[in-house]
Nanobody, 124 residues
Framework: QVQLVESGGGLVQAGGSLRLSCAASGRTLSSCSMGWFRQGPGKEREFVAAISWLGGNTDYADSVKGRFTISRDNDKNSLYLQMNSLKPEDTAVYYC?????????????????WGQGTQVTVSS
């Protein structure tokens, strides 16, 4: 059974940085497509970033392009999201997700497995 556990969330001031991690068990992430999503208060879950199988292709929501970077470490079986220049509107619960391998990043919520999420709060 695949399990995904996010960590690295917290409270940060606007302009600051955080690095989220997603540790996986039950599946080798190098053979998966992965993504990050977020859900703010009173909002629907939205796409943030995705990386395809083999990490060759990435995609980002317009709202985070140039500020967030998705990456993976196959040796550690982990996925990361480096978040820089954080804004109050980035406040949300952030989720990582896993899916069978695809050649292009998956930007919809049609992933097979999800983590429980980690809270990110950006103060102004």
């Amino acid at each position: 059974q695949v399990q995904l556990v996010e960590s690295g969330g917290g409270l940060v001031q606007a302009g600051g940085s955080l690095r989220l991690s997603c540790a996986a068990s039950g599946r080798t992430l190098s053979s998966c497509s992965m993504g990050w999503f977020r859900q703010g208060p009173g909002k629907e879950r939205e796409f943030v970033a995705a990386i395809s199988w083999l990490g060759g292709n990435t995609d980002y929501a317009d709202s985070v392009k140039g500020r967030f970077t998705i990456s993976r470490d196959n040796d550690k079986n982990s996925l990361y999201l480096q978040m820089n220049s954080l804004k109050p509107e980035d406040t949300a619960v952030y989720y990582c997700a896993e899916n069978r391998p695809t050649l292009v990043p998956i930007t919809t919520t049609s992933y097979d497995h999800w983590g429980q999420g980690t809270q990110v709060t950006v103060s102004s």
